[in-house]
Every structure is written in structure tokens, then in C-alpha cells.
């Protein structure tokens, strides 16, 4: 089983729909998350971090539930630059500590359609 | 805006031949990563450093690849020899160790393909 799993998607959406993502993660002593964006041929950027309360930017809210090990992204009112692969990312705590490592689902691609 | 900077941007040889990439991360970050994403596997995490220490190279073959960075300003990457199957696109990534609000950035990524 992967350490972090999404739907692959395509997610294909018409302007102005609203869509949500979904991710499950294994590791139960995962310390931070995160939503990562990538465009086609480009390098991944972060989208914005998740918070155990939940947070919001403009049109994107992100949710996490550690209970369940799980996490989602939900943007409104999409625009056709939202089209993009978004990867869902978790920081594991191992034997270690905290190293900075991140664990990267496979992404779930977005298609905005005009 | 500080960016990490990967080259070469594209390589394409022959297989069995040495491929070098290289990264410079930004200046004051502690970790640098390295990373391989295909169609068919995603993301994957070949290796990274923490205070130029290696931490974890578990995710790269052993008997082909080698990760070393020889100061805070270079990280580099060798495939010897090369094959078909490591066409990819590698990413070097830098941060901090405690991530929290302060994640990864990612370089453009090194488009490898090997013939």
C-alpha cells in the first residue's frame, strides 16, 4: 500500500464548478501537510498548507482529519488556470525525527473546461 | 525570489553512458532532495541531505546511482551506467528539516532520456 494515496482522476470540470479532492495517508504519526500544484512540464509548487482546523485561501479549503488519515482540497468557482495535476503531500515522522521529508501521492489531475 | 537551480535542463545519450546532473540549492536551507517522477511511478524520493549529510538514499538502485554533495552550494547526481528505464524527469528540491510552513522548493527538473 502507498503512504499516501489519491484518485488520479482526470477530474474533468466545466468553469465555475466546484470540485474536491480527496487523499488518504498511513502513517498515523504524520506531522505536517501540505497541497502541492503542478503544471504540465513544470516542477511542483505548494498550493498551501493543511491545518488540523482547517484553512482556507480564497477559493481553495483544505481539511484534515488525523482520525481518520485523511485529507482534502476543495476549490470553488473554478477557473480554467486551475487545470493542473495536485498532489497531496505528508511529512512522516519516523525513528529519526522530523528530516524534512515529504511523502508525495501520485496527484490528481484537474481539467478546467471553458 | 531565491530559486534551486538544476542543470542541465535536458539530457538525452546514449545508454551505458555516465549521466551527471547537478543542483544548487538555496542558500540557507539545511536539506536538499532528490527526486524522480515518471508517468507510471509519480513523485518518487531517490535521496536526500540534511547539513550536506547523507540521511536516506533507500528509494535509489545502488549498483547505478550515487548522491553526494561536496559543499552547501552543490548537490549532484551520477547514473553509471546509464539505462533506458532511468528516463525520467529529476528534480532536486531544498528546505528545511522542520517543514512546517516552510516547505520544499523544487528546481525546473532535468529532463533525462537515455536511448
Known amino acids: 500500500r502507498k503512504e499516501v494515496e489519491q484518485d488520479p482522476g482526470p477530474f474533468n470540470v466545466p468553469e465555475g464548478a466546484t470540485v474536491a479532492f480527496n487523499c488518504t495517508y498511513s502513517n498515523s504519526a504524520s506531522q505536517s501537510f501540505f497541497w502541492y500544484r503542478q503544471d504540465c512540464r513544470k516542477e511542483p509548487k505548494l498550493l498551501m498548507s493543511v491545518y488540523s482546523s482547517g484553512n482556507e485561501d480564497g477559493r481553495f479549503t483544505a481539511q484534515l482529519n488525523r482520525a481518520s488519515q485523511y485529507i482534502s482540497l476543495l476549490i470553488r468557482d473554478s477557473k480554467l488556470s486551475d487545470s493542473a495535476t495536485y498532489l497531496c503531500?505528508?511529512?512522516?515522522?519516523?525513528?529519526?525525527?522530523?528530516?524534512?521529508?515529504?511523502?508525495f501521492g501520485q496527484g490528481t489531475t484537474l481539467q478546467v473546461k471553458p | 525570489d531565491a530559486r534551486v537551480t538544476q542543470t542541465p535542463r535536458h539530457k538525452v545519450t546514449e545508454m551505458g553512458q555516465e549521466v551527471t546532473m547537478r543542483c544548487q540549492p538555496i542558500l540557507g536551507h539545511n536539506t536538499v532532495f532528490w527526486y524522480r517522477q515518471t508517468m507510471m511511478q509519480g513523485l518518487e524520493l531517490l535521496a536526500y541531505f540534511r547539513n550536506r549529510a547523507p540521511l536516506d538514499d533507500s528509494g535509489m538502485p545502488k549498483d547505478r546511482f550515487s548522491a553526494e554533495m561536496p559543499d552547501a552550494t552543490l548537490a549532484t547526481l551520477k547514473i553509471q551506467p546509464s539505462e533506458p528505464r532511468d528516463s525520467a524527469v529529476y528534480f532536486c528540491a531544498s528546505g528545511f528539516d522542520s517543514v512546517q510552513s516552510r516547505p520544499q522548493h523544487f528546481g525546473d527538473g532535468t529532463r533525462l532520456s537515455i536511448l
Open positions: 503531500v505528508v511529512n512522516p515522522l519516523h525513528g529519526s525525527g522530523n528530516t524534512g521529508k515529504l511523502i
